[in-house]
């Protein structure tokens, strides 16, 4: 039988760095997805899951054994997905105001031209969302975790993340009949 996350986490801090082995088999594509899903670039939700792990290994004293170990990952997920941002903004100011954002503009929309128009308006509507209804949804919806899970990593109670999501939903669901009744009328 395989071991839990928690058992395999808590061997890797314990000393065990063989026990990352099965943990990264398990959420290395979870967490490409994720930054994927959060509307980087596939090289960049690559080089971000690799983050992730390597600060886990770095991080691996401070696991608590009571912890869930997905909420932990996200957690560090979500910081690195942070750092990620503030360090492209920084670049940007320097960069050329056009130049690199042009560009990204115009694969996202090579992107959305080659998935289904549903898939596409769906996809938009989602990116429309604040960032913290958006990664709410993906947190509960794509990477399946439990409210309780995102309750903790949050630092809030289950019924404020349930509220959360009811209301991050109804949002979604607005821009998403807002973006196809556009593109059908």
């Known amino acids: ?5 928690e058992v395999l986490m808590r061997q890797v801090a314990e000393g065990d760095l063989e026990q990352m082995s099965p943990l990264f088999a ?11 899903r959060q509307g ?12 992730v792990f390597f600060r886990v290994l ?3 004293h401070t696991y608590h054994r009571e912890a869930p170990f997905r909420a932990w990952i996200y957690q560090i997920a979500r910081n690195v997905r942070t750092d990620h941002l503030r360090r492209a903004v920084r670049e940007t100011q320097v960069d050329d105001e056009f130049g690199d954002t042009f560009v ?7 992107e959305v031209l080659q998935e289904s128009e549903t ?8 990116e429309q969302l604040p960032e913290r209804k958006r990664e709410l949804l993906l947190l509960s919806r794509y990477q399946g975790m439990k409210y309780r899970e995102i309750a903790t990593m949050m630092g809030c109670d289950v019924n404020t993340i349930k509220v959360r999501i009811h209301r991050s939903m109804q949002d979604l669901r607005q821009n998403f009949l ?8």
């Open 1 to 5: 039988m395989a071991e839990t996350d």
């Open 26 to 36: 398990r959420y290395q594509t979870p967490l490409y997805q994720f930054f994927r």
């Open 40 to 51: 980087l670039q596939p090289a960049e939700s690559e080089d971000l899951a690799q983050e």
């Open 58 to 60: 770095r991080a691996r």
């Open 104 to 110: 990204a503009k115009e694969r996202r929309m090579d």
């Open 119 to 126: 898939t596409a308006a769906l996809r938009k509507a989602l």
């Open 178 to 185: 807002a973006l196809t009744e556009r593109s059908a009328g």
